[in-house]
Structures are given as C-alpha cells and as structure tokens.
C-alpha cells in the first residue's frame, strides 16, 4: 500500500498541524504513547543540558557501537537532512522508516493534537522497537521536565551543563533552568551531572526524589595527563584514554559524562576498554569546531549562547593562529547576543553579521548593532547571508587568517548545505 505523503510532505504536514511548534507538557505525547503501546524492553539514555547534549550522545553512540551493541540515536535539530535525527546502528533513519513511523503515529492519535517534536519522539522509539536496539540514547528537546523525550523512563540521565537559553520557556536562571533539566532524573536510577556548578535546584530535586546522584568532580573525574586522560569513579577507573577527537577542552567533560553513565550501567551494558578508546577517538559532531577549509582556515560552530560562547573563546585561544581570527555570525532573535558577543570580543579582529534563514532569525542590521555596543572600534560589515558574509571574509583573509561562522544551527546549515551543493 503507498504512502500518502512524502517525508518532505509529512514534515511540512507537521509543522502546521498543532497551534504552536513548542508546546511544553507530557499529556498529550503521554496519550498517543499509551495508545502505541509504545513500551520498551531495552535501557534508555537520557542527554539533558544546555550545551553538550549532541558530543555527550556521540560519544555515548560511538562507544556502545564499539562494544558491540545496535544502538539507536535520537537527536535534535538537523543540520541538512531530517533523517539526521534518527540513527541505527550508525545509519541514518531511511525516508520509508520515518515516513511509515509518522503514518503510524497519525492512525493511533485520533483527535489529539501533537507537535512536530513529539510526532519525532515518538516516531523514533516506534523505530528503535520495531528494529530491537539494545539500547536507545534521547537527547532532550528543550529543557526536561516538560520535553516529549520525558515521557520515556531514564535507566540513566546526563545533564551536560546548565546555563542561560530558551528563558522564555525555562525560567531566566540557572536555578529554575537547573529544576527544569534535573526533572529527567528518575528515583533510585544513575543520575548524572556533568556541570562542575552544579544549580542547587538540581541537586535538591535529585536528592528529593531518591536519584543515584553522581557529580563531576565529586563522584567522578577526568584526570589529564597531556596526550591522554584517565576517568575515576568510586566504581571504575579506565586508565590511559584517547582525548576525545571533537576539539574543545570542554569536551572532556562531555565525554566523563558519558563515561559515568556507562560505569553506572556497566552491569547492564558492559563496555570494555578497547571500545571506550575507539568511541572516544572516532566520535565525531558535525558543526562543533568542524574545520571545513584551508587557507584560510573556516571552522563551523553551532554555539549560540553565552556559555557556549565561552567555552568557543577558550578553544580559539588554546588553537593561536598567525593572523587574525574573523568571524561571520547569524543567530536568533530569542538568543542572548549581547552575551555572546561579550564572550568572544577579545578574540575577533573583524566581523560579518548575517541573517540565517529562519522566521525566527535577528535581522543582520540588528544584529550588528547590537554587536557595536560590544566591540567598540572592530569593524563590522552587514551582509543579508551567510555565504555572502563567508565570501566577504574570504576575501578580507590575509595569510594566516582564519574565519569563524557560528551562531545558530541554521547558520553553520546554510555552510554545509551550499558546499555541498559546490562539490
């Protein structure tokens, strides 16, 4: 029998079907799993935080993948392609498995309304079932608490980082915004925070609920020692590791996150040593200080927030150029640009601000006068794209430059997308 729709169809289909593309709350997702019979046998990963969340979950994929086990992946947003969001045993989810997930989905919710985040949800686990994973690992949407991916029961839960984002929906501190995260914790299972400040919201609201509470640099820790490093915890200590391949000192503490879920679970999911260090050294991000030209270097970032934003000033500085470092940025209108540009000015000589294609997108004018105000004298240039803004930069590199394009998924997409289209 056909399908009705294409995926192109059905993605255009959801983006309209419910009043509002974020609508917080688990009763309505709750509704339609129930009527799926959607109850899986195998142990869940659940990857909360405000940045991390994606190397946390590659990791965590690349590992598990290693140790032999068929894993499925589900993560949020797509850089090119939907498909991107679900992933089994390291292949992504074909257009048929989604489209028939979707159709599905539409035949058990009767009247009940969804989003096109909650259609993806629960469209991912009725794949990982029907394809028996051994394990599925959840990246949260937007927060935890309220996130459709809640509505699946953590064997193990990792908060990444807790900072400032999403303020509309979350709470304007990290106190409310650490609550909101911490409410994927489950009583008595391993509960992870990979934050070394960690809010003390999260940490009454795991006590209050009985979780395994299990912090960085108090239960578990990552220990450098110049080319490599060695993880501790009361359960395990795994010696002499790879420092991961994704670039960024912060990436440590992405991957000990990762690590101490896995030493939680290890009776569950045993991993051995030799699939830690492949894990670790083959995980890889696409959009997280993803080098992608030479002469001059154009190195992509996603980050759009302060924190992220200080952890990409940290990188640049640890990674000197002979030149200048310039940057392109686009970012959305609900972010917190004065942060970021806050964060990054002492290491930019020169920038390009762009508008990403995004109805939600800061005007590139807007955005450069924001920016003004944060870096005094630097000169600043508006250009109405991205790739536009690249080339611009491109041509005002001198020898030992390098350029930076950051600021939103849908900034670092509009890259790859159109070299994809030039090769």
């Not at 690590?259 to 670790?280: C, F, H, Q, S």
């Not at 990409?312 to 640009?337: F, H, N, S």
Request: net charge negative.
């Amino acid at each position: 029998m056909p399908l009705r729709f294409s995926l192109a169809n059905w993605l255009a289909r959801l983006e309209q079907l419910h009043p509002s593309m974020i609508d917080l709350g688990l009763e309505r997702v709750q509704r339609v799993k129930d009527a799926m019979k959607l109850e899986p046998a195998f142990p869940i990963i659940t990857v909360g935080g405000t940045n991390g969340k994606g190397s946390t979950c590659a990791y965590l994929e690349a590992i598990l993948g290693a140790a032999g086990y068929t894993t499925g992946l589900y993560t949020s947003p797509h850089l090119l392609r939907y498909n991107e969001r679900v992933r089994i045993a390291g292949k992504e989810a074909s257009d048929a498995e989604l489209v028939a997930a979707f159709e599905r989905i539409d035949a058990a919710r009767g009247d009940t309304s969804l989003t096109y985040f909650e259609f993806g949800t629960l469209g991912a686990m009725a794949q990982f079932i029907d394809a028996g994973v051994d394990v599925a690992i959840l990246e949260v949407g937007l927060g935890g608490r309220l996130d459709a991916v809640n509505v699946f029961d953590a064997d193990a839960a990792i908060i990444s980082s807790v900072d400032l984002d999403h303020m509309d929906y979350l709470g304007d501190s990290r106190e409310q915004i650490g609550f909101e995260k911490a409410g994927i914790y489950r009583t008595g299972r391993p509960a992870i925070c990979a934050d070394p400040n960690p809010p003390a919201r999260l940490l009454e609201h795991a006590r209050h609920i009985g979780a395994d509470l299990r912090c960085v640099e108090r239960d578990f820790f990552a220990l450098r020692e110049d080319d490599h490093w060695t993880f501790r915890s009361a359960d395990v200590t795994w010696p002499a590791l790879p420092l991961p391949a994704m670039t960024g000192a912060y990436q440590l503490r992405n991957a000990a996150g990762a690590l101490a879920a896995l030493a939680a679970l290890r009776t569950r999911l045993p991993v051995n040593e030799a699939a830690i260090r492949l894990g670790l050294a083959t995980a890889q991000v696409p959009g997280r200080f993803q080098r992608i030209a030479t002469a001059p270097d154009v190195i992509l970032d996603v980050a759009h927030n302060p924190e992220a934003a200080r952890a990409l000033a940290a990188t640049l500085r640890a990674q000197p150029v002979a030149g200048r470092t310039l940057a392109v940025v686009g970012m959305l209108a609900d972010k917190d640009a004065a942060g970021v540009f806050s964060a990054l000015s002492d290491e930019i000589a020169a920038w390009w601000t762009c508008t990403p294609d995004s109805p939600r997108a800061r005007d590139a004018a807007a955005l450069a006068a924001e920016l003004r105000v944060q870096v005094g004298g630097v000169p600043v240039s508006v250009q109405p794209d991205v790739n536009t803004a690249l080339a611009e930069a491109r041509s005002a590199a001198g020898e030992g430059d390098r350029i930076l394009v950051f600021g939103s998924f849908y900034t670092v997409a509009a890259v790859l997308d159109h070299a994809a289209t030039q090769s």
